[in-house]
């Protein structure tokens, strides 16, 4: 069985759409920034969406298609495994950043080239928009900064506050497009 991807349109977006998808996520260390210097600190705990965490995330994607932005999804034996999402207002000045609200893949099908593919789709869905750079506001857990350091993001050069001041323990990036 080989992995689809589409573009997923707003009604289609509902907590049914989740049923087989597995966020969990054990985190075990995070990058913090201390003194002006990124460090990696034990931050244990386990990452998992509640109802709530579904319902909210449900309701940005289906904000994000209304509004013009991109939504695209892996899918595996007809169900979702991966997305990605991307806003579609410009912001950053001369940066011509476009966010990537979010990029999650299941537990189940990490590892796979998923992550990839759909951070691959997002830069040229933005690079065809308008942007100069994706700007990524993401997890801190060291594993996470590594799939955004192997796909070339490094730290964002304007750090937009509204995602700085709501995710304090956030990394700020930012990938060419």
Same mark, same amino acid.
């Given at each position: 069985?080989?992995?689809?991807?589409?573009?997923?349109?707003?009604?289609?977006?509902?907590?049914?759409?989740?049923?087989?998808?597995?966020?969990? =996520?054990?985190?075990?260390? &995070?990058? !913090?920034?201390?003194?002006? +210097?990124?460090?990696?600190?034990? *931050?244990? @705990?386990?990452?998992?969406?509640?109802?709530?965490?579904? =319902?909210?995330?449900?309701? &940005?994607? !289906?904000?994000?298609?209304? +509004?013009?932005?991109?939504?695209? *999804?892996? @899918?595996?034996?007809?169900?979702?495994?991966?997305?990605?999402?991307?806003?579609?207002?410009?912001?950053?000045?001369?940066?011509?950043?476009?966010?990537?609200?979010?990029?999650?893949?299941?537990?189940?099908?990490?590892?796979?080239?998923?992550?990839?593919?759909?951070?691959?789709?997002?830069?040229?869905?933005?690079?065809?928009?308008?942007?100069?750079?994706?700007?990524?506001?993401?997890?801190?857990?060291?594993?996470?900064?590594?799939?955004?350091?192997?796909?070339?993001?490094?730290?964002?050069?304007?750090?937009?506050?509204?995602?700085?001041?709501?995710?304090?323990?956030?990394?700020?990036?930012?990938?060419?497009?």
């Amino acid at each position: 069985m080989k992995v689809q991807y589409r573009n997923l349109n707003a009604d289609e977006i509902n907590r049914e759409l989740f049923k087989n998808f597995i966020r969990h =996520q054990n985190v075990t260390k &995070c990058w !913090r920034r201390e003194k002006g +210097t990124w460090i990696i600190k034990d *931050a244990p @705990f386990i990452d998992d969406w509640t109802e709530e965490d579904y =319902q909210v995330l449900v309701t &940005c994607l !289906r904000n994000t298609v209304q +509004t013009g932005g991109f939504v695209y *999804a892996a @899918f595996y034996g007809g169900c979702l495994k991966g997305f990605v999402s991307v806003e579609f207002a410009l912001f950053g000045g001369e940066q011509r950043y476009l966010d990537l609200s979010s990029i999650h893949v299941s537990e189940d099908m990490r590892g796979k080239g998923i992550g990839k593919a759909l951070f691959f789709a997002a830069k040229e869905w933005a690079k065809k928009n308008g942007a100069g750079k994706l700007y990524i506001s993401s997890h801190s857990a060291v594993e996470s900064q590594a799939f955004y350091k192997a796909m070339g993001c490094v730290e964002a050069q304007v750090y937009n506050q509204k995602h700085a001041e709501a995710e304090p323990c956030d990394c700020q990036l930012e990938c060419k497009l």
